[in-house]
């Protein structure tokens, strides 16, 4: 279908509008597929050299408190294919700030600014409400005339979700199956796996149930006991699933959950409780505390090194070749670690598939943008490919 | 008034095309009123979504010898309007380089460079002596054609000014009272305030001074016996209130200053003599002397805690409501700081309008650059309403 | 001859289109003129404001595994001065990652990328393995449909040459003495000198070798026994010599060598073994042995104190004023460091023409971007030129 199709079909309401991107799970199905359908024709844009810039200049500002490479670039190339400069706010980066610090800071570095992109996933309980404290500042600061605009804030990972990764990932499952549709009664897991690591995020898994349970499918969260995600979060995968007919299930046994599976996500994570003593710890400053816990979770997790995703595994999905996924950087076994999530042989059958699946990112932040300053963005895109300016080439 | 009016009465007569901008001082009165009108103009095309952008590329270089947000950004928001792209120049963050060093590098940045802004104001001595071997040696890589176009210097603050905080200030003034002709008469005190922290520049109240002194108000500045300025800074205040009418005071109690006055400024700032002995201290490297001389001047400091801005204080000025102003970050009773600058209440209430006040720093850097940049700012700004570009949309 | 003569007079065939630009002597003669002519006529359109703005969005990564200023500052002003945004690839500095690391992380940064510059000179046999390894990881990334298009790499320097180095200093002599015609059967010394400094990278001499024997030039490598550079390079300079009808020769004297020199190079470098000897440690990690190898190293480098380009030396060249060149920053003595690489009245009379040598370096980047993108540069240019887009001004 050409573009000019696909931007007629658009859904022409969209409540996006002025609206921060926080968790999914506050908008509407329909927005999302908005959102997702945004992002496909911007990519189809650029194939074709035609340039959506619809900033002349603006800055997006992006605060990482934790480390990050491809989410730093795909927010940096979505800022800059709609023509916003991207400014970094260094924080020390543990900091856990609130109160005066944040409001004041949330405006100080919005007086131009037309986004705010936060990563705030380290500690749980922390990260979303840090969020919430920033979204209602700007809000009093463009009220009271303090911003002549209202900058719009995008969670780039926070302890609760992790949206521009889930939505990549489900406008991946769109592409590759070919349709929302076809995603219909389809089996996906989402899985725990080994890792030699400490301390990774709830963040992906939760945004993997709470997302893909809003298209049909049987969604199977699968992990070693103990490894328990939010509560709050595994009920909106529950309500979910009941809305669209579809199945939501929590179990136990890796091989169990593979089998006919259509798709698998296996990924390691921390248990909430662990997650919960670690953000209590590091209020304290303990730091032999948080040693002590480092030491014990990771015995914990050594018990549970079978939880590989490998080619025997494998074959207990549909056909033997369910779609596999990650997020990236996956640990592979005998690559970047000894023993990992996957083996390198499973990895490498589906290496270019994980690139490809990374590579809606930057499209899906962009189309975030474009919702969030658009009221219309069916009306914008049209005039945007009445123009067709070129991206390269005068 | 509309924008076309205003840019039609703008002064058709600059001495600020192709000159630096370091010090309030060396500047004319009209050339500052002209700086902040364009600032003022440059606001509103924003609010009107008009884009002044005038560079299609170009560099703006910036060099922070010290930590900044709100500059930082400031300076990037200034640069991104007028379609310049930031570069930063990092350097050791401490060290005072001089000569070959200083010559070489600030040609080896210039050389698509339009703009190079400098914040040195760590050192006594230092900062404005490091901006004028700049200036010299970009002057002379211009005149032997190793430079294409001879970059502007902005003072993002030095030792001895603060110009875009000053300037800023002046037009949050305008703007709160009506004109500069409303400020005639007023009286702002600049005053001293508790800190629990140690080594604030000076150049702040210094910059306070010197500018609004210049429209004709009384202004007094009040301090404990031994936190001087630098002598030449109280000199130019001293000299501008005769030529404009105004008056100038120094004082030591913060009660008696405060009886009558329109606008306050409390704010700590370190010691003069302390500066100097630090200066010295940190040019031998002396690591056991700079720490006794924090400790001793912690103690100093200790000594007037009671020179906080708080409600009783607030009760002495005109009508109990005299406008409080603050660069930002204020230390605050309680809430940044056990005791500090001013008291949260009284923070409270003027909280949104120190915003205000921050907000227009952006407006008067991109101002700078266009009078330096444009022989004719007024034609310049014109033909720019009459392209009427948007800022967001095609 | 002006503009628009010159770029009918640029060849029209061109290998360079999405070809990476790694080592100068993998590229064809007509090629490399071809790049220099596209710098100067960029660096013409600079003066004459003319915006060569080929991109209307697109990032050029950059990735320094060393520290940079000048070499940062020119890629970031070619990337602007053409459209492109520079992100910045932060990597623990002295890592040399390879294998599953770079190739996904090349990908990871590729999406929206147009460009990725590349500084690795720490490591002798690393850098260039490096840079290979990204550049086969973005052909398999194009070719799978990972990537929309083939992002171009630029060597910003490796182990085996600094191409936008070698290629801008060849550009200033052609500027300096008329045309390339004229360099023709002249002498340039690329020679050895002392630093008080170790480990400094063997890049500059080789390019300058390299490249400089594809003129018809006597080239003449001068250095200490000992301080050899990598056996393939002096063969590819050698065959370079042997067909364009110059010399090659390697000598050991520095006062022999300058005798009658139309053209000197003195800078310091590490010897070979010891650069081997440095890799070995650090992949071993043995912080004893690279303590004890520079120490060893600069007690070796101290017997050559004499290698110092002063005066006298000077004398003993063409008429007594051959060119000086450096690549910047000079080890100069009494001024940067106590004895270095050149006398400090030798360098003061240079020091203008070295600044102008480096100021050619941003062109030389943005040509070589230029023609990996368009596959008939001249074509582009003439549309440019054709357009004159204003880069200051409406």
Known sequence: MNLQKRIEE??????????????????????????????SILKEMRHQNISPRVFDSGLAVSIFRDNSTRTRFSYASAANMLGLTVQDMDETKSQIAHGETVRETANMISFLSDFIGIRDDMYLGEGHKYMEEVSKA????????????????????????????????ALHLREHFGSFEELRGKKIVMSWAYSP??????????????LMSRFGMHVELCHPEGYNLIPEIIDVAKNNSRNTDGTFKISHSMEDAMKDADIVYPKSWAPFHIMEQRTELLKKSDKQGLADLEQSCLAENAKFKNWEYDAKKMKLT??????????LPADISGVSCKEGEVSADVFEKFRLQTYIEAGYKPYIIAAMMFAYKFEHPALALKEILGLKMNRVGM
Chains 1, 2, 3 share one sequence.
Request: overall charge negative; some cysteine; hydrophobic content about 35%.
């Open 10 to 39: 658009l859904n022409p309401i969209s409540s996006l509008y002025n609206q921060d991107f926080l968790l999914t799970w506050k908008k509407s199905g329909s927005d999302l597929r908005l959102v997702m359908e945004i992002a």
């Open 138 to 169: 700007l809000d009093e600061g463009f009220e009271k005339e303090v911003l002549p605009q209202r900058p719009g804030l995008i969670n780039l990972q926070c302890d609760m979700d992790h949206p521009t990764q889930s939505m990549a990932d």
């Open 197 to 210: 690591s400490y301390g990774k995020p709830l963040s992906v898994p939760q945004g993997i149930i709470a």
């Open 318 to 327: 549909k056909n033997g070749k369910a779609l596999y996924m990650h997020c």
